[in-house]
């Protein structure tokens, strides 16, 4: 196991999140299911995203996610974006703004273009401002009106 563990609380929902979460990422697998008494309800799942390990308990309704922890997915294209946020916000998940969403249990996550830190932090301060300008009224990054926009379109 790895030194630190992100741990996720769901009321009951742990299994059925952690097998939709790896059915999104390459290199993602169920590691380990624990049940009450060895066959009864599922107590924790230990599952890996792309290499990276998770332990998700069902520890019932008495705390629930907010803004204030995400996950950042790094993203190599629109595409990527486009895949993710929209299995991500389909059954219940919410668009926010800027790339940030949550999905039906109310993770919160960010849908990242690897290209947009470059915009943001442009070299040329006019251009990163109209980057920055156009990402604030997004809610789904776009990256051709970041880029659009950037060149002062």
């Known amino acids: 196991m790895q030194k630190i563990t992100t741990f996720l609380w769901f009321d009951h929902e742990a299994e059925q999140a952690a097998a939709f979460y790896t059915s999104l990422f390459a290199g993602s697998r169920i590691v380990r299911v624990q049940r009450q008494g060895g066959e009864g309800a599922v107590m924790t799942v230990e599952f890996e995203l792309a290499g990276q390990r998770f332990l998700a308990l069902n520890g019932g309704p008495h705390f629930t996610f907010n803004e204030a922890v995400s996950l950042y997915v790094d993203c190599e294209s629109q595409e990527e974006v486009d895949e993710l946020w929209g299995k991500l916000t389909?059954?219940?998940?919410?668009?926010?703004?800027?790339?940030?969403?949550?999905?039906?249990?109310?993770?919160?996550?960010?849908?990242?273009?690897?290209?947009?830190?470059?915009?943001?932090?442009?070299?040329?301060?006019?251009?990163?401002?109209?980057?920055?300008?156009?990402?604030?009224?997004?809610?789904?990054?776009?990256?051709?009106?970041?880029?659009?926009?950037?060149a002062g379109g």
């Open 90 to 150: 389909a059954d219940g998940g919410e668009e926010s703004r800027c790339g940030w969403l949550k999905d039906r249990w109310g993770l919160s996550w960010q849908i990242v273009p690897r290209r947009l830190p470059e915009l943001l932090n442009d070299p040329d301060p006019d251009r990163a401002r109209r980057a920055t300008e156009a990402m604030m009224g997004m809610q789904k990054i776009d990256l051709a009106a970041m880029e659009k926009a950037a």
